[in-house]
């Protein structure tokens, strides 16, 4: 779609959308950037593509720094659950309907892809498990992407894979950073969409293949997926992915302005892949 499916108003940014089908429609947990400080926010929507914001939910982390950047999901129940990014250095955390069940993913080990931060959190049921997805970030800031399993979603282990995705290439779209994964399953085989940063911080949505989960690959014949409207000419970031019949919904992030974290003018929009 052309323009944004939720519109910044007054705010500063509105970036990084998690859907989730729920009874009469689609949730959406999605963060807003006042200027100040990140907060996630709650739309609902009957068709995904027109949203009525609750004006009444307004999240802030009560220990400061970020509360976004989230992955909302459904619970074996059918209730709600949101694992996002707080604090900082980054970390990631768990809400349910029993309330804030606190940090349950941190740092790593020195040495670790993931020795100073974690965040982007993306959350998907893998069996008897749940798999979280995750930007990493090392002392040299390099920022990568790893996995996580849990059999409750609380008590998380790093797979030994880590990283399971690494920067591109010199000159590719992805040199500079990768985040914000996205996962789904289709045709037999796990797919991620995923931002890539370049040196001029210009941001595009890639593609990788997996055939478990948990060992990755870029699709190489995928040509990353840039902004073809002024709103959104500098940045396309934050996949959030639902299946649907024969059609792949994803809403997205995007900006005008290139820069690593806020400031970009985020609006989220819309788009469709084909399936694979």
């Known amino acids: 779609m052309a323009d944004p499916v939720i519109p910044r108003y007054d705010a500063?940014?509105?970036?990084?959308?998690?859907?989730?089908?729920?009874?009469?429609?689609?949730?959406?947990?999605?963060?807003?950037?006042?200027?100040?400080?990140?907060?996630?926010?709650r739309a609902h929507s009957h068709d995904g593509v027109n949203w009525m914001i609750d004006s009444h939910f307004d999240w802030v982390a009560a220990e400061g720094g970020i509360a976004a950047n989230g992955s909302v999901a459904l619970d074996r129940s059918g209730f709600i659950?949101?694992?996002?990014q707080v604090g900082s250095p980054a970390r990631i955390a768990l809400w349910t309907r029993a309330g804030s069940r606190g940090v349950v993913l941190t740092a790593g080990a020195p040495g670790s892809f993931d020795?100073?931060?974690?965040?982007?959190?993306?959350?998907?049921?893998?069996?008897?498990?749940?798999y979280l997805y995750y930007l990493g970030q090392d002392k040299a800031r390099r920022q990568r992407l790893g996995v996580a399993r849990s059999r409750d979603g609380l008590r998380w282990e790093k797979l030994r894979s880590n990283p399971i995705l690494e920067l591109g290439a010199a000159?590719?779209?992805?040199?500079?950073?990768?985040?914000?994964?996205?996962?789904?399953?289709?045709?037999?085989?796990y797919w991620m969409?995923?931002?890539?940063?370049d040196r001029g911080e210009r941001r595009r949505i890639g593609l990788a293949k997996s055939a478990d989960g948990v060992h990755w690959s870029r699709e190489a014949d995928f040509k990353p997926i840039s902004g073809d409207q002024p709103w959104n000419s500098a940045v396309m970031c934050d996949?959030?992915?639902?299946?649907?019949?024969?059609?792949?919904?994803v809403w997205f992030g995007g900006g005008d302005v290139p820069s690593p974290d806020?400031?970009?003018?985020?609006?989220?929009?819309?788009?469709?892949?084909r399936p694979r």
Do not use: C, M
């Open 12 to 41: 500063v940014d509105v970036l990084n959308p998690s859907v989730v089908k729920v009874d009469g429609g689609y949730d959406n947990f999605f963060s807003q950037y006042n200027g100040k400080e990140w907060v996630t926010r």
């Open 81 to 84: 659950e949101y694992w996002y």
């Open 115 to 130: 020795e100073t931060a974690v965040a982007d959190p993306d959350v998907i049921p893998v069996g008897n498990y749940f």
């Open 193 to 197: 969409l995923y931002t890539g940063r």
């Open 239 to 249: 996949p959030s992915v639902l299946v649907e019949g024969n059609e792949v919904r």
């Open 171 to 189: 000159g590719a779209f992805d040199e500079n950073g990768l985040g914000e994964p996205a996962v789904w399953s289709s045709g037999g085989s």
């Open 262 to 273: 806020q400031n970009l003018h985020g609006q989220i929009g819309l788009g469709f892949l």
